[in-house]
Nanobody
Framework: QVQLVESGGGLVQAGGSLRLSCVAS????????MEWYRQAPGKQRELVAI???????NYADSVKGRFTISRDNAKNTVYLQMNNLKSEDTAVYYC??????????????WGQGTQVTVSS
């Protein structure tokens, strides 16, 4: 079995920073893309940032220049550094990883989410 556990959420004032972490554990052969999503109340879940196994990144326009995604392959961990936070960044943040448990096939796994609340 594979488990993703996020941490690092909390309450922060506008303009502040938070760093989210997501650790994958279990039977893991290789991790492909790792991604951060967020879902605000009453809205659809949206992709925030993605990082490939090789370190190539891409961001939603709304967070470009403020958020940085990174990963530590040795620790099966992905991070999301969030700077200059705005009230519209308030959401539950989820990590998602595409994981090979064996060499044959990969599946997508989700974490349980961590709440980020930005007060104005």
């Amino acid at each position: 079995q594979v488990q993703l556990v996020e941490s690092g959420g909390g309450l922060v004032q506008a303009g502040g920073s938070l760093r989210l972490s997501c650790v994958a554990s279990g039977t893991i052969f290789r991790i492909n893309n790792m991604e951060w999503y967020r879902q605000a109340p009453g809205k659809q879940r949206e992709l925030v940032a993605i990082i490939t196994n090789g370190g190539v990144t891409n961001y939603a326009d709304s967070v470009k220049g403020r958020f940085t995604i990174s990963r530590d392959n040795a620790k099966n961990t992905v991070y999301l550094q969030m700077n200059n936070l705005k009230s519209e960044d308030t959401a539950v943040y989820y990590c998602k990883a595409n994981i090979f448990r064996t060499s044959f096939a990969a599946n997508n796994y989700w974490g349980q989410g961590t709440q980020v609340t930005v007060s104005s």
